[in-house]
């Protein structure tokens, strides 16, 4: 299919609330795979390329070597671990910026599939990570959004220099 560009921050779009998808999202589905594998990343949320829809896809496993794709169409958050881990998040939206993000360690996620069967599942570790970080993207937020005032000003200026 097609590699889109990917939107960084501070564009609008990626602080906006994403709409439901109704219908078949192949090609779009198509293009970020394409698009986060070219940009060697693990997971890519359709806002990242400007399309305000509830779609993300991942793979946790391509890098190293085992393959494990995932598009993942109106996903909802069913239950979350109460225990949180602390982890290291980079983003694409954001690049070269890795912060530290709370985040409950697993996840008990409802979605649907792009063939439109519905589905359940539990994921814990990375995975979780992973899929929570998409999930934020489709409700207007990013990692920035998930730091206390002082590490996301020192993340924000780190990411201003980085850029001018």
């Known amino acids: 299919m097609a590699v889109r560009p990917i939107l960084t921050w501070p564009d609008d779009r990626l602080a906006t609330q994403c709409a ?3 219908g078949p999202e192949d090609a779009l589905i198509a ?14 949320a359709a806002p990242q390329i400007g399309v305000l829809k509830r ?3 991942m793979d946790c496993g391509w890098k190293e070597g085992e393959p494990t794709p995932l ?3 109106n996903p909802f958050i069913m239950a979350a671990e109460r225990a949180e881990e602390i982890g290291p998040e980079g983003c694409l939206s954001i690049p070269g910026i890795m912060v530290s993000v709370s985040r409950p360690r697993a996840v008990t996620v ?3 599939a ?13 995975e979780a990570r992973c899929i929570q970080h998409e999930f934020d993207h489709l409700n207007g937020m990013v990692t920035f959004d998930r730091l206390d005032e002082i590490a996301r000003r020192t993340a924000e200026a780190h990411y201003k220099e980085m850029n001018t």
């Open 20 to 22: 439901p998808v109704t």
């Open 31 to 44: 293009d970020m795979f394409d698009t986060m594998y070219a940009a060697q990343g693990r997971g890519l």
């Open 55 to 57: 779609v993300f896809v």
């Open 71 to 73: 598009a993942m169409i």
């Open 110 to 112: 409802q979605w649907t």
């Open 114 to 126: 792009p063939e439109g069967d519905i589905h359940m599942a539990d994921f814990d570790g990375f």
